[in-house]
Nanobody, 124 residues
Framework: QVQLVESGGGLVQAGGSLRLSCVAS????????MGWFRQAPGKEREFVAG????????LYADSVKGRFVISRDIAKNTMFLQMNTLQPEDTAVYYC?????????????????WGQGTQVTVSS
């Protein structure tokens, strides 16, 4: 069992940056592949970025590639999502997720645990 708590969301102007954090508690953080997802109003949840259990492999959605960076600090049981050059279409609730699997996962159904989400709003 692991508990996930996101933070770092907020309101930012287009072109700005935010860094989201996801703190994990419970089972050893390094046991999990981790991911970030987002859900905008009226839309389905979508994959944003993922990291393998070791952190050695990462994967990004095409819409954020080159702008967002996923990373993890195993010593602090924390995963980050650095979001740069934000655009209004990035507005959504962002969720972190954990899976008891070693490799990078893109499908939400493959994740076992979810955080409560943090709101990111990008104004034009």
């Amino acid at each position: 069992q692991v508990q996930l708590v996101e933070s770092g969301g907020g309101l930012v102007q287009a072109g700005g940056s935010l860094r989201l954090s996801c703190v994990a508690s419970g089972r050893t953080f390094s046991s999990y592949a981790m991911g970030w997802f987002r859900q905008a109003p009226g839309k389905e949840r979508e994959f944003v970025a993922g990291s393998s259990r070791s952190g050695g492999s990462t994967l990004y959605a095409d819409s954020v590639k080159g702008r967002f960076v996923i990373s993890r600090d195993i010593a602090k049981n924390t995963m980050f999502l650095q979001m740069n050059t934000l655009q209004p279409e990035d507005t959504a609730v962002y969720y972190c997720a954990a899976a008891l699997r070693p490799r990078v996962l893109k499908l939400g159904a493959e994740y076992n645990y979810w955080g409560q989400g943090t709101q990111v709003t990008v104004s034009s």
